[in-house]
């Protein structure tokens, strides 16, 4: 009952006695028989007497001396630390050990839906010198689990398999907010294309003493990677602040970026290749508009795959922005930092890149359009109260253990100021740097109906009422797209001064803006088609590890074919997929984009599993699980109720392997190399491709040959998808041994192309 791990000289329990608890316990049990082998601790904790908690609780169980003996205790000054964050004589909480707990998670409710031992240590910089430290939770194989089996973030990330999270003390905002960081990165949600933490606020005791709050993250480690991408580690790059001037890849796109001339369209193409450039713009948008100090100097991390893959940024630890130490809330010029005075090394491409008007432009569209959406001053304020309203009954008794330096009234007030004065701000240092200090014009936008298609330039407006703010005497181009199941008739314009409504037919208007503007997009219905009944669409082959096809942006993501047994075209607009049962309607097509939802007759279309729904209609909100998954295509019927098309369970494949029905539209379905928008077979004798290679014979005893293929690797797999062989070819006409493989049908892959050979 102290935290330790009981041993045969522990306190025996008996059921005449029982134990009695009267205060909150965490107890631990253990069974010992002669001759035998003990059993597995159980650990729990019980509370007694505690006031009703708003937030999940973790309870953390472990020996006393595992966090405060002088000697090997991770959560204490001690005598046996070392030097750094912050401290200038050695610490223990400095060292990177691991130390053993029972890790519980008890949800809202009170249940407990996660109890497992694992393995925590200190993370964090300066901020292990808080009297609460964030803890890395890492399950372990050595105690019978390498993944935490419970859906933690389930409100913005459902369905994840974690193999480790982050229990954070909230950084630099420790004293403050606590919920800064967690908060600014759940502004960006739904919003905008960046790799962001899920955050949840919890409450935390340590072997029964309670202990204040703590944030609930996902870390920023490769584990994050692997959840939200699927990717193992060998698959990636991810490079952190001090490796990124010394990682020959990223030097290699700094050197490409300082010493071309950026300005040439096709150089910058060429940087597009190496960039996303979509997730970078929203990156530094929201790093400049949140006027993070410690930054970009500090706290920076990319990543990309290594085939084929594209440099992405990585947000997090913002604590030291929205205003948490400036007294002038909100006026820190951000941008102008970024690009005249951060070190160079740290913010280099950025200053290259602006130099190119495509990218300066889109930076600048993509601004205005965020400062009145994403950051505009009712959307923030609601968040910000949702957020704060979880923790407002317990932060009171958080500052009480652990100290604070103000009030936690004054630093929200401080935050929402910054809410309401930074967007203007913004919009002022934009003016200043690109525009010659122009003034700022209003432009009103909105639409008769829910989802129109509208855009400022060439930015899609995800919002059917907002008012944008631009640059006097700039050339604004505003256009009014098709949407499914409506016929575009006109916009309603008027100027501000004089409040008089002209009728506009074109779609695409080009303004000189000189005055606040009002347009109105009025869209007339179609007449309603009649539901047809339940076509014959298919979900057709799965590829949960592709890196061989890419998509319409060069990249390589897991894809999902379907496919139109029907003699007739059939539009999927409005339709629903989904990797999760329970919600059927997770990823629906939207309804505007008829040139991509159209399946034509006998016909496929492919969806990208990225989670990267911005890319347009065909890429989805969710990736597909390396250990399998079930998949859901449905639609409404004339009912309004959801009716499923079809259904299918993908079991684990390995890299560049499909599932696929076999033929197209069938119910026999087998693990084979993929057939990437094209008809499904497995029965056709392989003999020559289109890159000349050969391969014969294929009915083999010991060994085939293989002509064309030197210095290409091949790889040999089974039915299964499982590699039984892998061959470096260096000679044109190469030699082949399989004396190893048992008799059966293996499939032979160079490149993108496979055949088929029989073992004797």
């Known amino acids: ?203 935390c005791f340590i072997n029964g003493e309670y202990y204040g709050i703590q944030n609930l993250r996902e870390r920023t480690n490769k584990d994050y990677l692997y959840t939200n991408y699927g990717l193992d580690e060998e698959e990636f790059y991810l490079l952190k602040t001090e490796e990124i001037i010394t990682h020959p890849e990223f030097i290699e796109l700094t050197n490409f970026v300082k010493n071309n001339d950026i300005t040439n369209h096709e150089i910058y193409q060429q940087v597009k290749e190496k960039i996303d450039i979509d997730s970078y713009i929203h990156y530094m948008i929201a790093e400049i508009y949140y006027e993070n100090r410690d930054w970009p100097h500090n706290n920076f991390k990319v990543w990309k795959k290594k085939q084929n893959g594209k440099w992405r940024w990585l947000l997090y630890d913002t604590d030291y922005g929205y205003n948490l130490f400036d007294n ?96 203007n701000k913004m919009l002022t240092f934009i003016s200043d740097y690109f525009f010659n200090s122009a003034s700022i014009k209003n432009i009103s936008l909105k639409s008769n109906i829910k989802n129109p298609s509208l855009f400022f330039f060439s930015e899609n407006i995800l919002h059917n009422d907002i008012s944008i703010k631009y640059f006097n005497n700039e050339k604004v181009i505003l256009k009014a797209a098709p949407v499914r199941g409506y016929t575009f008739k006109h916009w309603e314009f008027s100027f501000a001064a004089d409040n008089k409504k002209e009728i506009i037919t074109d779609a695409e208007l080009q303004i000189n803006l000189s005055t606040h503007i009002s ?125 499923e098309i079809d259904k299918v369970t993908f079991p684990a494949l390995e890299k560049n392997m499909s599932y696929s029905r076999i033929p197209d539209g069938s119910e026999k379905w087998v693990i084979q190399a993929p057939t990437f928008n094209a008809p499904n077979s497995n029965d056709s004798e392989f003999s020559e491709k289109k890159n000349n290679f050969k391969i014969y014979p294929t009915t083999v005893k010991d060994y085939f040959i293989i002509e064309n293929a030197e210095y290409k690797n091949i790889r040999i797999f089974d039915f299964t998808g499982k590699t039984v062989l892998n061959h470096f070819c260096t000679t044109d006409v190469e030699y082949v041994p399989v004396s190893t493989c048992s008799k059966g049908i293996f499939f032979v892959m160079i490149e993108d192309e496979t055949f088929k050979i029989i073992k004797k």
């Open 328 to 423: 002038g809330v909100g006026q820190h010029n951000t941008l102008r930092y970024v690009l005249e005075e951060a070190e160079e090394w740290s913010i280099l491409i950025f200053r290259r890149l602006i130099l190119n008007n495509e990218f300066k432009e889109r930076f600048i569209h993509q601004f205005c359009i965020h400062l009145s959406s994403t950051f505009e001053i009712k959307r923030v304020g609601h968040i910000m109260d949702s957020i704060s309203s979880k923790i407002s009954q317990e932060i009171i008794f958080h500052k009480n253990k652990c100290g604070s330096e103000r009030e936690w009234n004054y630093d929200l007030a401080l935050m929402k100021e910054f809410s309401q004065k930074r967007p």
């Open 519 to 643: 347009l109105n997009a009025i869209y007339k219905e179609d007449q309603p088609a009649i539901p047809m009944d339940k076509p014959d669409i298919y979900i057709n082959e799965v590829v949960s590890r592709n890196n061989m096809f890419k998509d319409e942006y060069g990249d390589t993501n897991d894809y999902i074919e379907l496919y139109n047994d029907e003699l007739f075209d059939v539009d999927i607009a409005g339709w629903y997929i989904s990797d999760t049962p329970s919600r059927p309607t997770l990823y629906q097509f939207p309804d505007n984009y008829p040139e991509k939802t159209v399946i034509p007759a006998k016909g496929r279309i492919i969806l990208w599993a990225d989670k990267q729904p911005y890319k347009g209609p065909l890429h989805l909100n969710f990736s597909l699980s390396k250990a399998g998954e079930t998949l859901i295509l449905s639609r409404k019927n004339e009912e309004n109720k959801i009716e």
């Open 1 to 203: 009952m102290d935290g330790s791990e009981p041993t045969p000289n522990s306190k025996k329990y008996t059921n005449k006695d029982g134990i009695l608890l009267t205060e909150t316990t965490c107890v631990r049990a253990i069974a010992f028989s002669e001759n035998k082998l003990p059993s597995e601790i159980t650990s729990a904790t019980y509370f007694i007497n505690e006031r009703e908690f708003d937030l999940p609780v973790v309870s953390i169980i472990t020996d006393e001396k595992n966090l405060f003996d002088d000697m090997i205790g991770i959560y204490t000054k001690g005598i046996n630390g070392i030097e750094g964050n912050c401290e200038t004589e050695p610490v223990n909480w400095n060292q990177s050990w691991n130390r053993p707990v029972n890790f519980e998670l008890f949800d809202t409710e009170g249940i407990s839906c996660l109890n497992q031992e694992l393995d925590i240590s200190i993370s964090g910089g300066c901020s292990r010198k808080n009297p609460l430290k964030s803890l890395k939770i890492s399950p372990r194989k050595k105690f019978g689990d390498n993944r935490l089996r419970y859906d933690i973030f389930s409100e913005v990330k459902p369905n994840k398999k974690y193999k480790d999270i982050l229990f954070r003390n909230s950084g630099n905002d420790f004293y403050y907010s606590m919920m800064r960081d967690g908060f600014m990165q759940s502004l960006i949600i739904d919003q905008m294309n960046i790799d962001y933490q899920a955050y949840k606020p919890a409450i």
